[in-house]
């Protein structure tokens, strides 16, 4: 069974059932121009006398099928269609001789689009056998890479023996680089300048930043010599300036020698990771580079003036140059230069021995690789234009939008690219290019679209299809100045054109509302697409926009009059889409929605701030207690601000009892009046939103009034107490004061001293003799 739906569903894709329907998506049309502009399905009927009376002109633009349908002959029909002109398809070359070799075809190519109609055209590609090789080695000379150069001076027999087997139109160039001559990146001591090299080695050149050492040589005896006489360099931190080199050796390429007509390499060798864009902030250098060649004396002239190249302008440099770069690096920088090389196209990355010694193992093998992979892409792509690139080869990749890729690709292998391009508007004479990713071949498209109808017209100014006043342009009146009208019926005679075509638009807006043609100043309406007529004095009405039910106009219970349903007895709603009843609408005391909203639908449609589904309870308004106090007030205790007219303001409103206890639960009240007594009342809110029944208690709590004696006994004890308050505090403060005085007085007692020399006038009353013949025995 299921083999059997498989089967029917792909012969009915075979058949074209499911294939895209054609619609033209017409918006406003009022000639064959703006007909071919709305879409690539849409096309014109130019037959005379197609239009019915009443229609508009915008009937001759639809698709094809339908305007036969309608009654157009097919020769009349305008629709542009996609045409190709190969200005030059020189063919491609198998090897390479005395001219240039030709290795993509066509090389210039002319298209005429229709906006939104793609086109396809195939692009063939093959690479000439002995196609001629430029490469550039590029040499990190920082004092780490000393090893590696004792074993690069002596490649060269096999660097040019491995070129002349791939082809024998090959030469070799050789530069090298360290890093800026400026701190942090480098000793700028003296003579650190002219020796950055440990003092044991005496083979040392200065300190630079790029140097160019060899231009492009066939000669294998001049590239040993050159490389023979350089010695390492030195400088201070890790990274060094491989991508200044790398941009220089780019853009000079006069000074480099890159052939016109070659594949042109760039090998780097580095154990060092790089700086870029930024870097240079750290010495002071803020000026950006400026993707230009600084050579004098083969030396980067504006080393320390300009910052490193961003990775995103020597990619495109290097693209713009044909340029494939090989990244032959040591393996402690392997994934760095991976993830750069992911951002330059067509580059490689090799893992470089610790002394180079597999650099021209790594060199062939990386070429290899490039020259197998074809990378077709284009340049320069107007806006608005579209194109995807399906390769057709062996090994291919997906199409894209981008590129298109075939790999392993041999020599003289010939593959091809279906190439669609498709334009979303209009344009003249634009131009982009289409090129293998380094190669020198382009094919360039020239581009413009088919926007206007090439309509064969009578050659008469008076036809008789425009009442002899006017000429027939793709099948409509062109009307002579003074006269208007889709066939120049109208003679606008002092009045000029823009007034009368005024007095068709409603509040300056669209002439008759896009629905008719102003004519003599009134709206002729045109008919619709079901054949009824639009009517108003601005075409504005119809019996067909009106709201839908089930998929039926009006529900089909009314009619459609203006764009509002007239619904049939019986029927309500928008659409007409409910029967008339209050079924849904009817609340426990048999009212509708409560007086508080209208039913429409069999549905309560509530006024603001009540709720569904009812209308019974309203969350936002405004509490009713303090709303109704001034009334209940008055019709209860003929008291407040409505004590005057009273019944006047609150007898429509309110209808009140005086009870001594409330039966009523619903909304429980109780509010101070203007008395300062409080009021207890309940409300129960009637049918309608400004209608309540009230039970009011008879009797209000009102304070007591003060007791005058209490207020003068209460004031007089108060003033007394606070008299007494006050002399105690003036005692106190009077004692304190004494004390401290008294304390002084103690201190200084104790620090006074009395002299203790005896007085002279004073005599004593004890005197001692002594016996003269007293010996003391």
Same mark, same amino acid.
């Given at each position: 069974?299921?083999?059997?739906?498989?089967?029917?569903?792909?012969?009915?894709?075979?058949?074209?059932?499911?294939?895209?329907?054609?619609?033209?998506?017409?918006? %406003?049309?009022?000639?064959?121009?703006?007909?071919?502009?709305?879409?690539?399905?849409?096309?014109?009927?130019?037959?005379?006398?197609?239009?019915?009376?009443?229609?508009?002109?915008?009937?001759?633009?639809?698709?094809?099928?339908?305007?036969?349908?309608?009654?157009?002959?097919?020769?009349?029909?305008?629709?542009?269609?996609?045409?190709?002109?190969?200005?030059?398809?020189?063919?491609?070359?198998?090897?390479?001789?005395?001219?240039? #070799?030709?290795?993509?075809?066509?090389?210039?190519?002319?298209?005429?689009?229709?906006?939104?109609?793609?086109?396809?055209?195939?692009?063939?590609?093959?690479?000439?056998?002995?196609?001629?090789?430029?490469?550039?080695?590029?040499?990190?000379?920082?004092?780490?890479?000393?090893?590696?150069?004792?074993?690069?001076?002596?490649?060269?027999?096999?660097?040019?023996?491995?070129?002349?087997?791939?082809?024998?139109?090959?030469?070799?160039?050789?530069?090298?680089?360290?890093?800026?001559?400026?701190?942090?990146?480098?000793?700028?001591?003296?003579?650190?300048?002219?020796?950055?090299?440990?003092?044991?080695?005496?083979?040392?050149?200065?300190?630079?930043?790029?140097?160019?050492?060899?231009?492009?040589?066939?000669?294998?005896?001049?590239?040993?010599?050159?490389?023979?006489?350089?010695?390492?360099?030195?400088?201070?931190?890790?990274?060094?300036?491989?991508?200044?080199?790398?941009?220089?050796?780019?853009?000079?390429?006069?000074?480099?020698?890159?052939?016109?007509?070659?594949?042109?390499?760039?090998?780097?060798?580095?154990?060092?990771?790089?700086?870029?864009?930024?870097?240079?902030?750290?010495?002071?250098?803020?000026?950006?580079?400026?993707?230009?060649?600084?050579?004098?004396?083969?030396?980067?002239?504006?080393?320390?003036?300009?910052?490193?190249?961003?990775?995103?302008?020597?990619?495109?440099?290097?693209?713009?140059?044909?340029?494939?770069?090989?990244?032959? %690096?040591?393996?402690?920088?392997?994934?760095?230069?991976?993830?750069?090389?992911?951002?330059?196209?067509?580059?490689?990355?090799?893992?470089?021995?610790?002394?180079?010694?597999?650099?021209?193992?790594?060199?062939?093998?990386?070429?290899?690789?490039?020259?197998?992979?074809?990378?077709?892409?284009?340049?320069?792509?107007?806006?608005?234009?579209?194109?995807?690139?399906?390769?057709?080869?062996?090994?291919?990749?997906?199409?894209?939008?981008?590129?298109?890729?075939?790999?392993?690709?041999? %020599?003289?292998?010939?593959?091809?690219?279906?190439?669609?391009?498709?334009?979303?508007?209009?344009?003249?004479?634009?131009?982009?290019?289409?090129?293998?990713?380094?190669?020198?071949?382009?094919?360039?498209?020239?581009?413009?679209?088919?926007?206007?109808?090439?309509?064969?017209? #009578?050659?008469?100014?008076?036809? #008789?299809?425009?009442?002899?006043?006017?000429?027939?342009?793709?099948?409509?009146?062109?009307?002579?100045?003074?006269?208007?009208?889709?066939?120049?019926?109208?003679?606008?005679?002092?009045?000029?054109?823009?007034?009368?075509?005024?007095?068709?638009?409603?509040?300056?807006?669209?002439?008759?509302?896009?629905?008719?043609?102003?004519?003599?100043?009134?709206?002729?309406?045109?008919?619709?697409?079901?054949?009824?007529?639009?009517?108003?004095?601005?075409?504005?009405?119809?019996?067909?926009?009106?709201?839908?039910?089930?998929?039926?106009?009006?529900?089909?219970?009314?009619?459609?009059?203006?764009?509002?349903?007239?619904?049939?007895?019986?029927?309500?709603?928008?659409?007409?889409?409910?029967?008339?009843?209050?079924?849904?609408?009817?609340?426990?005391?048999?009212?509708?929605?409560?007086?508080?909203?209208?039913?429409?639908?069999?549905?309560?449609?509530?006024?603001?701030?009540?709720?569904?589904?009812?209308?019974?309870?309203?969350?936002?308004?405004?509490?009713?207690?303090?709303?109704?106090?001034?009334?209940?007030?008055?019709?209860?205790?003929?008291?407040?601000?409505?004590?005057?007219?009273?019944?006047?303001?609150?007898?429509?409103?309110?209808?009140?009892?005086?009870?001594?206890?409330?039966?009523?639960?619903?909304?429980?009240?109780?509010?101070?009046?203007?008395?300062?007594?409080?009021?207890?009342?309940?409300?129960?809110?009637?049918?309608?939103?400004?209608?309540?029944?009230?039970?009011?208690?008879?009797?209000?709590?009102?304070?007591?009034? #003060?007791?005058?004696?209490?207020?003068?006994?209460?004031?007089?004890?108060?003033?007394?107490?606070?008299?007494?308050?006050?002399?105690?505090?003036?005692?106190?403060?009077?004692?304190?004061?004494?004390?401290?005085?008294?304390?002084?007085?103690?201190?200084?007692?104790?620090?006074?001293?009395?002299?203790?020399?005896?007085?002279?006038?004073?005599?004593?009353?004890?005197?001692?003799?002594?016996?003269?013949?007293?010996?003391?025995?």
């Amino acid at each position: 069974m299921n083999l059997f739906l498989f089967l029917l569903l792909l012969l009915m894709g075979r058949n074209g059932l499911c294939q895209q329907e054609e619609v033209c998506s017409k918006s %406003v049309v009022n000639s064959c121009g703006d007909c071919i502009r709305s879409g690539k399905y849409c096309v014109w009927c130019q037959q005379l006398n197609f239009t019915k009376a009443g229609e508009q002109d915008a009937v001759r633009c639809d698709t094809q099928t339908q305007l036969i349908k309608r009654g157009c002959k097919k020769e009349e029909i305008i629709s542009p269609q996609n045409t190709m002109t190969i200005i030059q398809g020189d063919s491609l070359s198998k090897s390479v001789n005395q001219r240039e #070799p030709v290795q993509l075809k066509p090389q210039k190519i002319s298209l005429r689009l229709r906006s939104g109609l793609s086109t396809t055209f195939s692009v063939s590609f093959k690479r000439a056998e002995g196609y001629p090789v430029d490469l550039y080695y590029l040499m990190d000379l920082s004092y780490s890479m000393k090893d590696d150069l004792e074993n690069v001076k002596e490649l060269g027999k096999d660097l040019f023996a491995t070129l002349n087997k791939i082809t024998p139109h090959a030469q070799i160039g050789f530069g090298a680089f360290v890093d800026k001559t400026v701190l942090p990146y480098t000793n700028i001591n003296k003579e650190k300048l002219l020796k950055p090299c440990d003092e044991n080695d005496q083979q040392c050149q200065a300190a630079f930043g790029y140097r160019h050492v060899l231009s492009m040589t066939p000669m294998e005896d001049e590239f040993k010599k050159k490389v023979t006489e350089q010695f390492i360099s030195g400088n201070l931190d890790s990274p060094e300036g491989s991508l200044d080199a790398m941009m220089q050796a780019a853009v000079c390429g006069d000074k480099i020698g890159w052939r016109n007509s070659s594949t042109r390499l760039l090998v780097l060798t580095t154990d060092a990771g790089f700086h870029m864009a930024g870097d240079g902030k750290l010495a002071g250098i803020l000026e950006p580079n400026d993707k230009q060649c600084y050579m004098e004396n083969n030396l980067y002239s504006k080393s320390t003036d300009m910052d490193y190249p961003s990775v995103g302008q020597l990619a495109m440099q290097l693209e713009e140059n044909n340029i494939q770069p090989i990244f032959a %690096v040591t393996k402690n920088v392997e994934i760095v230069y991976k993830q750069l090389s992911k951002m330059i196209p067509k580059s490689e990355v090799g893992v470089l021995s610790s002394d180079s010694k597999n650099v021209v193992q790594l060199i062939e093998s990386a070429y290899n690789r490039l020259s197998s992979k074809v990378t077709l892409t284009h340049d320069n792509l107007p806006d608005n234009v579209r194109v995807v690139y399906t390769p057709k080869c062996d090994h291919a990749g997906p199409s894209g939008d981008s590129e298109g890729v075939c790999d392993n690709v041999r %020599v003289g292998e010939e593959i091809s690219f279906n190439v669609t391009v498709t334009a979303t508007s209009c344009m003249e004479d634009q131009s982009f290019t289409i090129r293998p990713l380094g190669i020198k071949d382009t094919l360039t498209v020239t581009l413009s679209t088919n926007c206007e109808c090439q309509c064969v017209d #009578p050659a008469t100014s008076s036809h #008789p299809h425009c009442t002899g006043k006017g000429q027939v342009s793709c099948g409509i009146c062109s009307c002579r100045e003074g006269f208007i009208g889709q066939f120049c019926e109208c003679s606008i005679g002092d009045k000029d054109e823009r007034t009368l075509r005024a007095s068709c638009q409603r509040q300056n807006g669209t002439e008759c509302e896009g629905r008719g043609d102003c004519v003599c100043g009134r709206c002729n309406c045109h008919t619709t697409e079901s054949g009824s007529s639009y009517y108003g004095e601005f075409c504005e009405c119809d019996h067909e926009h009106c709201e839908k039910f089930m998929n039926k106009l009006c529900g089909g219970n009314g009619k459609c009059n203006c764009g509002e349903c007239k619904c049939d007895g019986g029927y309500e709603g928008s659409a007409c889409q409910c029967r008339v009843s209050e079924e849904g609408c009817r609340t426990l005391n048999n009212t509708v929605c409560y007086g508080r909203g209208a039913c429409k639908c069999n549905r309560c449609e509530c006024r603001e701030g009540y709720q569904n589904p009812r209308c019974q309870t309203c969350l936002g308004c405004t509490d009713p207690c303090q709303t109704k106090l001034n009334c209940i007030e008055c019709l209860g205790f003929q008291s407040g601000p409505f004590k005057k007219n009273c019944s006047e303001t609150c007898s429509a409103s309110i209808y009140h009892e005086m009870v001594d206890q409330s039966t009523i639960q619903s909304k429980r009240c109780q509010q101070k009046d203007s008395d300062g007594c409080w009021i207890k009342f309940n409300l129960d809110q009637l049918v309608g939103e400004d209608n309540y029944k009230a039970e009011i208690l008879k009797k209000r709590d009102c304070p007591e009034p #003060p007791s005058v004696t209490a207020i003068i006994g209460g004031s007089l004890a108060s003033v007394a107490l606070i008299g007494i308050l006050l002399l105690m505090l003036i005692k106190l403060l009077i004692y304190m004061k004494d004390l401290k005085e008294f304390r002084k007085f103690e201190n200084e007692k104790k620090k006074s001293k009395w002299a203790e020399a005896e007085n002279p006038l004073f005599q004593t009353a004890t005197t001692t003799v002594a016996n003269p013949i007293f010996t003391g025995e």
